[in-house]
Structure formats: C-alpha cells, structure tokens
C-alpha cells in the first residue's frame, strides 16, 4: 500500500508542475496588453513601459516562470493588477465561500442520486425506473445556466420564496446565508444528480446479475443482506470514485453557477480576473484549480483502493 500511495504522489506532483507550466504559458499568450490595460487607452507609451518594467513583464518567459512559481510556493502570490490588493486574502475568502457551495451541493446531490440509482436499480423496468433513468438523462444534457434560470423564474420570480440573487453581503447571518445559497446548490445538484443516478444504476444492475449474487440467494440469505453486503458493497465502488472527483470538479466548475447567481466564489473572481487581464489573479485560482482537482483525484484513488485490494495487490 505505501509504494501505491508513494507512486500517486509521484503522479500528484508531477500533475501539478506540468500544468503550472500550461497555466503561465497559456495567460502569457492571452490578447492584450496588461499594462495599456491598467493604465487605459490614452496612457502613453513611455507610461507602459515604465509599468511594464515595475511588473516584470519584460523579463523572459522563463525567468518569469520561475520567479512566479517560487514566489507562489512561498505564499507570496502578489498584488492584483486591476484591484491594487494582495492576491491570496482575495483568493482565500472567494475559495471559502466555493468550497461551502460545494460542500452544500454533494451533501444534497450524493445521497439523493445514489438513493434513486440504486432503488432503480432493484426495481429494474418498473415505474420507478423508467422515471429516474428518464429524469437523469434529461437532467444530463440540460446546461447549468438553463436549469439556474429555471429555478429562479420558478422559486425566486414566481413563488418569491428564495432570493434571485447569491450575493452574500458581508455581515450576513447564517439566517440569511443559508437561502441564498438553496438555488445555486441545487443547480450544481442537479447536474450532478443525472450522472451519479444512472452511474449508480448501471452498476446495481450489473452487480446484481453476477454468480456470486445468485448463489448468496439460493443459499437462503436474506434479500435485504443480499443486497447490503454484496450488491451494493461492489456496485458503489466506481460511485465512490466519482463523487471524489467531482468535488474539484465542483470547485473548478462552477463558474457558470456563480455567474448566474451572482455568488462571490472562485469562478465569478475568475470572470471578473480575465476581463481585466488580471494575470496574478487567473494564475493562482488557475493553480488551485489543479490542486483542488489532483487532490480530489488522489482521495479517490486512495479511497478506492481502499475499499478494493486488487488494486492495493496491482
């Protein structure tokens, strides 16, 4: 078990070196000038210069690449271009406040998709299931900003029972918080619900025609032992895998929910970073997206293995 963990490690931090790379590369590449940015069209030349030096813009990619990378290990992730304030306090307060969006969101979504997907599962072609596998699948191919802003014409717009917006002023209560944070949670849900259900599904009708299953049957145990010990002990492995992942999932993909609720996380800091070509900014949420979505992968890998030893064995 520790080389297996020492080699996802390996992999881990190889990962993130090579897209640190592919982030500095691919903001330097952006259209536009930073400094005519900051300073506005009517800025003069020798003006851009002066802040193209103060920046370091001039220096070669490499040596920028380098500085930039150490500094952020060190936790020096400087000043924003467009907002003249230290980048990570920015960064820290808008990732608090996706990762509880994200927290909210599977605490909803993983049981109740994986509550349905297995109830069809047993019930395969009854009512039930046909329902859920029809749901999910429309559920699937709905694009977020469509179901954000169905929920809010229906619950916000037509029933006034949850606000439209997702502002969170400073100062809130939890009181105030906690619906505020009701529709864009059940977005991000509802995206997620879909895929979960039918992963779950399929899994329980697969596992449920294996030998093993019918021979645990004819051998007298219980159907409620049956299921509880063999069917879905084996059927939510892959389950398990994939709400790990998508929790940096969540944390990277949410920029169209924050967008459409007007919520202060990650992804509406990133919107508001790339229109003002805010390069510190776009490379550290950039950076911690990759984290965010490596360490996710390595929590289920581990879980996984975990809870399969061929793989630990492999």
Not at 25 to 53: C, F, K, N, S, T
Not at 59 to 84: C, E, H, K, M, Q
Not at 203 to 224: C, D, H, N, W
Request: hydrophobic share 55%; glycine share 10%; charged share 15%.
């Amino acid at each position: 078990m520790s080389r297996y963990v020492a080699r996802r490690l390996g992999f881990l931090i190889l990962t993130v070196i090579l897209t640190s790379i592919v982030i500095f590369g691919v903001v330097q590449v952006l259209p536009g000038d930073v400094a005519r940015v900051i300073l506005g069209r009517e800025a003069g030349q020798a003006a851009i210069e002066h802040l193209r030096d103060e920046l370091g813009l001039n220096l070669p990619v490499p040596v920028r690449y380098l500085n930039w990378i150490t500094a952020f290990l060190r936790g020096a992730w400087g000043d924003s271009f467009s907002l003249r304030i230290p980048v990570l306090p920015l960064v820290a307060r808008r990732l608090q406040n996706s990762l509880i969006l994200a927290a909210v969101a599977l605490g909803i979504s993983v049981p109740l998709s994986v509550g349905l997907g297995v109830l069809a599962g047993l019930r395969q072609d009854s009512l039930l299931d046909n329902a859920v596998s029809i749901g999910s699948l429309a559920l699937v191919g709905l694009p977020e900003f469509v179901t954000g802003l169905v929920l809010i014409q229906v619950f916000a717009l037509g029933l006034g029972l949850l606000p439209a917006s997702s502002s969170l002023a400073g100062g809130s209560g939890l009181s105030e918080i906690v619906p505020q944070l009701i529709l864009p949670a059940l977005t991000a849900t509802l995206v997620l619900l879909g895929y979960l259900a039918r992963l779950t599904r399929a899994q329980v009708i697969e596992e449920s025609g294996k030998p093993y299953v019918r021979t645990a049957a004819l051998k007298g145990l219980p159907r409620r032992a049956v299921v509880l010990r063999h069917i879905l002990r084996n059927a939510l492995l892959p389950t398990v895998t994939i709400v790990a992942i998508s929790f940096g999932w969540l944390l990277s993909g949410l920029i169209v929910v924050e967008a459409v609720f007007n919520y202060p996380g990650l992804g509406s800091l990133l919107v508001f970073a790339v229109s003002r070509r805010d390069l510190p900014v776009i490379q550290a949420i950039g950076m911690l997206a990759v984290v965010g979505y490596a360490l996710a992968n390595l929590s289920a890998d581990l879980l996984y293995a975990a809870l399969n030893p061929r793989i630990r064995l492999e």
